[in-house]
């Protein structure tokens, strides 16, 4: 297998396949109604400022949305995780993954449909239990002042 490695600043980058790489393309193209509805909570760093990419590459694996600045995976699981092979099959991808420091959050699709506001809210508090850890970076910082001041796109 030919494994991917980088590190680009102080981001730690996990390795991946290029059969993963691929594989996520497509999954871009495909995405599922609660993943695109979070998805639009996570872009452009709309989630206090933290970048998320989707459907990310990781070992021969992707997750849903991956943030390299706090390496938080976040999964949204539907009807098919819910078969006792997949369960086993997402333990084992999980326990490669967290091998690399990476910490997952797992959230049902029917919650995230249903219970928008308490997904959201669980992964800001996930967000500021990592900075009362770690503390907050600049570029975060830098990220939140401009969400406070957006720029004015409209033609005068």
């Not at 539907?78 to 084992?92: A, F, L, P």
Request: aromatic share 10%; proline share 2%; hydrophobic share 40%.
């Amino acid at each position: 297998m030919g494994w991917v490695k980088m590190l680009l600043m102080n981001r730690k980058v996990i390795p991946y396949t290029q059969q993963a790489l691929a594989h996520a393309k497509k999954l871009r193209q495909n995405m599922t109604y609660s993943e695109v509805k979070l998805w639009i909570e996570l872009r452009n760093g709309a989630m206090m400022g933290y970048d998320f990419d989707r459907q990310r590459p990781m070992l021969n694996y992707i997750v849903d949305f991956y943030c390299k600045d706090v390496m938080l995976a976040i999964e949204v699981d539907g009807i098919t995780h819910d078969d006792e092979k997949v369960i086993v099959k997402d333990e084992i991808r999980q326990e490669e993954i967290e091998i690399y420091g990476v910490s997952f959050l797992r959230f049902n699709a029917l919650d995230v449909v249903h219970d928008f506001k308490n997904v959201l809210r669980e992964i800001e508090n996930w967000l500021l239990d990592y900075e009362d850890k770690n503390g907050v970076s600049e570029s975060v910082k830098r990220k939140r002042e401009l969400l406070k001041f957006p720029k004015d796109r409209s033609r005068k």
